[in-house]
C-alpha cells in the first residue's frame, strides 16, 4: 500500500514543478540545431519557438514547457536568419503570378529580396506593389525606385544634363515614389539613360531620399576603364553620401577588367576614410569571377546607343561614325578580356548563339569580333557573361565587413540560382576566406541594417519569424554556365513571416512573402 501512495506523491510532485514551469502555445519549435543568429560568431544549440510570424522563444528549454504544433528535429543541421539579398532583378517574375514564388532564391536560403536596382525599377512603385500583394510572393520584397526609370518619366532618352525644372519634376516622382513605400534610390550610371546624368542632377535626387530615411544604391558609373575609371566612380558615389547626407550602398562590387585589376586595397582605404569621416558606406558583392550583363551595354559606346536601338542603327549606317563605333567597341571588348571572354548565356530569338563566345560567333559569321556585336544586335537582345575579375580582388572585398552578399540574380547567370550558397561552399567550406558566422551575419542582419528593414535579419525574440535550416555538408550551388537554372540543394526548411514554404528540402507551394514597408 505504502508503495501506490508513494508512487501518488511522485506524480504530484512532478505536476508541480511542471505547473510551476512557464509555458509556451507555439506553432513550430526548432530544436538541437547548431543556431547562428544573425549577429554572434560562435553557434549555440538553443531552440526556437514561433508563433503566428513572430519569433517568441530563444533558450534552453530546460524551465519551459513548449507545447508546439510542429517540432522540427535540426539536429546536425544549422539555424539561420533568412537571408536578405540587396540586389536582384526578381521583379521581373515576381510580377508573373506564375514565377511570383521566387524559387531560384528561396532555394538559396533567401526569405528577403531588394528589387528596382541599378536604376530600374517597375513604375509606378505602388501598381506593382499591389501587383505583387495580390499574386502573392514566395518571398518578401523590398522595392528601390529607379534613377534611370525617373529620368525616362521626365526625360524621356535624351542624352543631356536635366534642367533645374526637369530636376524640380523628378525630385517630385522620387517624393512620390517614396511615399508609396520604396526604401531608396538606385541608380545604374553606367547604363543609358543614368549615365547621362551628371552628379549633382543624382545628389538633388538622393536629398529626397535622405529626407525619407531611405538609402542609395548604386551600380557605379564605372567598375572599370570605360569612361571615369573605377576609383573616380566610388569617389562620386561617396560624394553623393556626402553631400545628400544619406547612406552609400555599392551594389556588386568588383574591378571589372585587367585594366582596373589590384584596385581592391585602394578602394577599401578610399572607402575606410570616408567612413571614418561618417559617411556611411557598404557595399554588395556576388561570388563569381564573371559578371553578366547584355551585350549591347557591355560593349558598345553609349554615345552610339543614345536615343535607343533604333538610333543606334542609324549611325551604324553611316560610314565615318560605323568606323568610330566599332573602333571604340573593339576597345571594349579588350577591356574585357577579349571576344573569347564573352559567353553569351541568353538570346530572345536565335538559340544559336548561347553558349558560344563572341569569338566562336565571330568566326561562325566569317567577320571581326566587333562587327560580330552588331550583326547579334541587329537580330537580337542577348546576354553575355563576362569572365573580367581577379581571385585577389575578390577576396580582399570579400572579407570586409562592410560587403554584404547579393546575388544580382539575371536570367542567364548562375548567379541567380546559386550565389549565397556558392559563397558557403566555395569561400566558407573550400578555401576558407570567411569564417561561418561572418557570411550568415553579412547576409542577413548587416544586410537588413544597411537597408534599414525593421525586426528581419536577426534570430531574437519579437523579431519576424524569417529563418532558414540548412545541411552544413550538402549547401551548394548547382547551376553553372553551361545550365545557368539549377536550383541550390542543401537547403531544408524556409520559414517565411512563421510559415513553412521549404519542408524536407521541398517547396510548400506556399506564398508566404510581404511586400515590406519601410520604418
Ligand atoms: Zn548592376
Not at 531560384?104 to 517597375?122: A, C, E, K, W, Y
Not at 569621416?277 to 556576388?286: C, S
Not at 568610330?324 to 538570346?347: F, H
Request: charged content about 25%; proline content about 3%; some cysteine.
Amino acid at each position: 500500500m505504502w508503495k501506490w501512495k508513494f508512487i501518488l506523491l511522485l506524480i504530484i510532485l512532478g505536476n508541480v514543478s511542471s505547473c510551476s514551469k512557464k509555458r509556451i502555445e507555439a506553432d513550430i519549435l526548432i530544436k538541437n540545431g547548431i543556431v547562428y543568429n544573425g549577429v554572434d560568431t560562435i553557434p549555440t544549440h538553443v531552440s526556437i519557438a514561433i508563433k503566428g510570424d513572430e519569433i517568441v522563444f530563444i533558450g534552453d528549454e530546460k524551465n519551459i514547457v513548449i507545447n508546439a504544433i510542429k517540432t522540427i528535429d535540426a539536429s546536425g543541421l544549422i539555424v539561420s536568419p533568412g537571408f536578405i539579398d540587396p540586389h536582384t532583378h526578381a521583379d521581373r517574375e515576381l510580377k508573373d503570378s506564375i514565377k511570383s514564388h521566387n524559387k531560384p532564391f528561396l532555394f538559396q536560403g533567401i526569405t528577403t529580396v531588394v528589387v528596382g536596382n541599378d536604376g530600374d525599377s517597375f513604375y509606378p512603385t505602388s501598381q506593382y506593389n499591389n501587383i505583387y500583394k495580390k499574386n502573392g510572393v514566395g518571398t518578401n520584397v523590398v522595392l528601390l525606385v529607379g534613377h534611370g526609370t525617373i529620368r525616362e518619366q521626365v526625360m524621356g532618352k535624351s542624352d543631356r544634363k536635366a534642367t533645374t525644372e526637369e530636376i524640380t519634376k523628378m525630385q517630385a516622382l522620387v517624393q512620390k515614389e517614396m511615399d508609396a513605400g520604396a526604401f531608396g534610390l538606385s541608380t545604374g550610371l553606367f547604363y543609358a539613360p543614368g549615365s547621362f546624368s551628371n552628379t549633382e542632377e543624382v545628389i538633388a535626387l538622393a536629398k529626397i531620399v535622405s529626407k525619407c530615411n531611405g538609402i542609395y544604391d548604386t551600380h557605379l558609373r564605372d567598375e572599370s576603364s570605360y569612361t571615369v575609371g573605377l576609383i573616380p566612380a566610388i569617389e562620386e558615389a561617396i560624394e553623393i553620401g556626402r553631400q545628400a547626407k544619406l547612406p552609400i550602398h555599392i551594389s556588386h562590387i568588383k574591378c571589372l577588367g585587367v585594366d582596373v585589376w589590384h584596385q581592391s586595397d585602394s578602394i577599401i582605404k578610399l572607402i575606410g576614410k570616408a567612413q571614418q569621416e561618417g559617411i556611411d558606406v557598404t557595399a554588395n558583392q556576388y561570388p563569381y569571377d564573371a559578371s553578366a550583363t547584355g551585350l549591347k551595354a557591355a560593349v558598345v559606346p553609349r554615345w552610339a546607343e543614345s536615343g535607343g536601338k533604333d538610333s543606334l542603327f542609324i549611325r551604324y549606317k553611316n560610314p565615318t561614325l560605323k568606323k568610330q563605333i566599332l573602333q571604340e567597341t573593339k576597345k571594349n571588348i579588350i577591356r574585357r578580356g577579349g571576344s573569347e571572354k564573352l559567353l553569351i548565356v541568353k538570346a530572345e530569338k536565335s538559340a544559336s548563339f548561347v553558349g558560344k563566345n563572341l569569338l566562336q560567333i565571330s568566326e561562325m559569321l566569317n567577320v571581326s569580333s566587333e562587327e560580330a556585336v552588331f550583326e547579334v544586335l541587329k537580330k537580337d537582345y542577348v546576354r553575355v557573361a563576362s569572365f573580367n575579375m581577379n581571385a585577389n580582388d575578390i577576396h580582399n572585398f570579400m572579407k570586409q565587413d562592410w560587403v554584404v552578399t547579393g546575388s544580382d540574380g539575371n536570367t542567364g547567370h548562375p548567379r541567380k540560382y546559386g550565389s549565397f550558397p556558392r559563397k558557403y561552399n566555395k569561400y566558407v567550406k573550400q578555401n576558407k576566406v570567411l569564417e561561418v558566422a561572418n557570411f550568415i551575419n553579412n547576409s542577413t542582419s548587416k544586410t537588413a541594417e544597411i537597408l534599414k528593414i525593421s525586426n528581419r535579419g536577426k534570430l531574437k525574440i519579437g523579431y519576424y519569424a524569417d529563418i532558414i535550416i540548412f545541411n552544413p555538408k550538402t549547401f551548394r550551388d548547382k547551376a553553372d554556365y553551361t545550365d545557368a537554372f539549377k536550383l541550390s540543394e542543401g537547403l531544408e526548411y524556409s520559414i517565411i513571416n512563421g510559415k513553412l514554404s521549404v519542408e524536407n528540402g521541398r517547396f510548400m507551394k506556399q506564398l508566404n512573402g510581404k511586400v515590406l514597408t519601410k520604418k
